[in-house]
């Protein structure tokens, strides 16, 4: 059973625009929510997170939404550019444990 | 730092052989992950070891999979005996220097095919 759901499983955007990717989640223990970017033959990296006790958190082009009574959290990126082609993976944290969702598939035209 | 180190970066083996994937992870981490990753399920967590005990297991599909960890800078992942839909990319990943659990370091995965 799929902890955490994510879609689209792929997009693309022109560079420029705004891509956005959602996730969903059920379980009410989750008290961490970050986000990983993975470029193709690497290993995901940690790109920004939240606290369930925020609705938004900012870094540069990043930005989450969380909506705590949704148990919904999307991430935006702003301005989007070639080199933020990548897979994109939402993750929930519950005690020292991280869910991963299916990840998203960005493709930036330029 | 050298980040976690995952060997081999691939390996390629005949159904019903044995497998072994092995990690280092960061020094000080004292938490380890083995995730596997594939297009269908995306990144599953197998196993998760805290202080070298394996915490919880309830991810691994089957008993053919085994991991261990001796000591705080090794772990394995073993595959006996493997099968063709065993194939996907192996990820270790460890957290935890100074009492922070919040950031997962990956290794580069192992890509694993089973013919």
């Known amino acids: 059973q799929q902890q955490v759901k994510q879609s689209p499983q792929s997009l693309i955007v022109q560079k420029g625009g705004i891509s956005i990717i959602n996730c969903a989640y059920e379980n009410t223990a989750f008290d961490y929510f970050p986000w990983y970017q993975q470029f193709p033959g690497k290993g995901p990296a940690l790109l920004i997170a939240i606290r369930p006790d925020v609705s938004e958190k900012k870094e540069g082009r990043f930005t989450i939404s969380f909506n705590k009574s949704a148990k919904q959290f999307s991430l935006h990126i702003m301005d989007s550019q070639p080199g933020d082609s990548a897979t994109y993976f939402c993750?929930?944290?519950?005690?020292?444990?991280?869910?991963f969702g299916t990840g998203t598939s960005l493709t930036v035209i330029p | 730092d050298a980040g976690v180190i995952q060997s081999p970066r691939h390996e390629v083996t005949e159904m019903g052989q044995e497998v072994t994937l092995r990690c280092k992870p960061i020094s000080g981490h004292n938490s380890l992950f083995w995730y596997r990753q594939t297009m269908m399920r995306g990144l599953e967590l197998l196993i998760y070891?805290?202080?070298?005990?394996?915490?919880?297991d309830s991810g691994m599909p089957e008993d053919r999979f085994s991991a261990k960890m001796p000591n705080a800078s090794f772990s394995t992942l073993k595959i006996q005996p493997s099968e063709p839909r065993d194939s996907a990319v192996y990820f270790c990943?460890?957290?935890?220097?100074?009492?922070?659990?919040?950031?997962?370091?990956f290794g580069s995965g192992t890509q694993l095919s089973v013919l």
């Open positions: 990943a460890s957290a935890g220097r100074g009492g922070s659990n919040e950031k997962l370091f």
């Open positions: 070891f805290n202080n070298n005990v394996p915490i919880d």
């Open positions: 993750a929930a944290r519950t005690g020292n444990q991280f869910y």
